[in-house]
């Protein structure tokens, strides 16, 4: 199995940042090498995708309402990645959730194969 760990979430301003971090775990995880990212879901919204990043040659990708602001990056060695989230926005509000999956793009909800718990990110304005 694949254990996906998210750390860093909290209650910030509108303009702040913040980080979160994702580490993964488990035999399965090391063997298939699975990519990895993140989604968020607001209340009473659909989960949507964020961003991920491609292992084999560190490609990201972004959803276009997080797009310079928000940045993916990843420790292969420690099976971790970042999200480093910058000029947030109340909008941003969100559960954001660890993602893993088979190969990096601009992932649908159906590339997953395991998630995260979930971290709260509050944006105040």
């Known amino acids: 199995q694949v254990q996906l760990a998210e750390s860093g979430g909290g209650l910030v301003q509108a303009g702040g940042s913040l980080r979160l971090s994702c580490a993964a775990s488990?035999?399965?995880?090391?063997?298939?090498?699975?990519?990895m990212g993140w989604f968020r879901q607001a209340p009473g919204k659909e989960r949507e995708f964020v961003a991920s990043?491609?292992?084999?040659?560190?490609?990201?990708y972004y959803a276009e309402s997080v797009k310079g602001r928000f940045t993916i990056s990843g420790d292969s060695a420690k099976n971790t990645v970042y999200l480093q989230m910058n000029s947030l926005k109340p909008e941003d509000t969100a559960v954001y959730y660890c993602?893993?999956?088979?190969?990096?793009?601009?992932?649908?909800?159906?590339?997953?194969?395991?998630w995260g718990q979930g971290t709260q990110v509050t944006v105040s304005s």
């Open positions: 488990g035999r399965r995880f090391s063997r298939y090498r699975y990519d």
């Open positions: 993602a893993a999956g088979r190969v990096a793009n601009a992932w649908v909800l159906a590339d997953i194969t395991y």
């Open positions: 990043i491609r292992w084999s040659d560190l490609n990201t």
